[in-house]
T-cell receptor, first 112, second 112 residues
Framework: EAGVTQSPTHLIKTRGQQATLRCSPI?????VYWYQQALGLGLQFLLW???????NRGNFPPRFSGRQFPNYSSELNVNALELEDSALYLC???????????FGSGTRLTVV | RKEVEQDPGPFNVPEGATVAFNCTYS??????FFWYRQDCRKEPKLLMS???SGNEDGRFTAQLNRASQYISLLIRDSKLSDSATYLC?????????????FGAGTQVVVTP
């Protein structure tokens, strides 16, 4: 069974640009979660999508947005990139939180 | 107060020794509990769920104390490969809220 896949693995952008990160969940999982992990820090919850709808978002500005497609894959968009957006962005999928999450290997975003 | 708190460590453990550490959570209505393991610059991976009666998986034992609102992880016969950051994870009250809350992690370093 394929796990959670994320692309690209690495992304380098210039301050002010936009970044688009992609995630494909495990087959059968309808929920997709996005987390940000800055270097040396813990996971910060960004967004939760389920059945194509945004269900919850963390304490991040509106320039962090995303969507979920009919096939349950998801996209995270970060507009007007700032240097402090440099981090590992992790996508996870789940049948339900009581089952825990399975994470993808992440996209490492570097803003220069 | 953080929703999930962990001693950041590091816990320096001789190979073959036992190490144990706790995690406290603030929401008494939390439902599901997990331990994840994260290696440096990699994605978190589910180590084990934590059940009310406590559970064991090989050298790893997890306990839940609802009265005092903490969970614990014990690692017996530590291996060099056990060196990692261990994340305590708590699910909030209902699945519909959808979010797992991650602690910042406890670093374990197993030395030869």
């Amino acid at each position: 069974e394929a796990g959670v896949t994320q692309s690209p693995t690495h992304l380098i952008k210039t301050r002010g640009q936009q970044a688009t990160l992609r995630c494909s969940p495990i087959s059968g999982h309808t929920s997709v979660y996005w987390y940000q992990q800055a270097l040396g820090l813990g996971l910060q919850f960004l967004l939760w999508y389920d059945e194509g709808e945004e269900r919850n978002r963390g304490n991040f500005p509106p320039r962090f947005s995303g969507r979920q497609f009919p096939n349950y894959s998801s996209e995270l968009n970060v507009n007007a990139l700032e240097l402090e957006d440099s981090a590992l962005y992790l996508c996870a999928s789940s049948l339900a939180p009581s089952y825990g999450y399975t994470f993808g290997s992440g996209t490492r975003l570097t803003v220069v | 107060r953080k929703e999930v708190e962990q001693d950041p460590g590091p816990f320096n453990v001789p190979e073959g020794a036992t190490v144990a550490f706790n995690c406290t959570y603030s929401n008494s209505a939390s439902q599901s509990f997990f331990w994840y393991r994260q290696d440096c610059r990699k994605e978190p991976k589910l180590l084990m769920s934590v059940y009310s009666s406590g559970n064991e998986d090989g050298r790893f034992t997890a306990q839940l104390n609802r009265a005092s609102q903490y969970i614990s992880l014990l690692i017996r016969d530590s291996k060099l490969s056990d060196s990692a950051t261990y994340l305590c994870v708590v699910s909030m009250t209902t699945d519909s809220w959808g979010k797992l809350q991650f602690g910042a992690g406890t670093q374990v370093v197993v030395t030869p």
